[in-house]
């Protein structure tokens, strides 16, 4: 969407899409703007996920670990994120250096509804939790 920023994208939206059950100003969007970072895996796992349904590529490039991290991203506009499920967790505490998620995420694409599955592992660089890779899952 040209010309539309992210906050007039999710004006309407009152619960952050991460599903905290939080408002989005206070769980996600602080670490969108840069205002917090992310103290878990977990949390930039959240983050990212919401980044994805509000449209934040710029977030999603800047939470991505540097050895990984491609050169732009464009993200498919007919995909709408509707749903993170955190099915498991290994280390990614705010003591690790180190942590992996495995979610499940609901989207919708030309009407149909999809999962992706997948095993994301984190890293801390700089003292600030980034997305490595992930393992995807059928």
């Known amino acids: 969407m040209p010309g539309v920023g992210i906050l007039d994208r999710v004006s309407s939206v009152h619960l952050c899409p991460c599903g905290t059950g939080r408002d989005y100003p206070d769980c996600c969007e602080p670490l969108h703007t840069g205002a917090r970072r992310a ?13 994805f349904a509000v449209g934040d590529v710029a977030y999603l490039l800047t939470s991505w670990h540097p ?4 050169a732009d991203l464009t993200l498919d506009e007919t995909i ?10 290994d280390a990614g505490g705010e003591d690790d250096a180190t942590g992996v998620v495995e979610f499940r995420a609901q ?4 009407g149909s509804r999809h999962i992706l599955h997948e095993r994301s592992r984190f890293e801390r660089v ?10 995807l899952y059928e």
Do not use: C, H, K
């Open 80 to 89: 709408t994120w509707r749903r993170l499920q955190i099915v498991d967790t």
């Open 39 to 51: 103290p878990t895996a977990i949390a930039l796992m959240r983050s990212r996920f919401s980044a």
């Open 126 to 135: 700089n003292g600030q939790w980034r997305y490595l890779d992930g393992e």
């Open 107 to 110: 989207y919708v694409q030309d």
């Open 67 to 70: 050895d990984t991290r491609p």
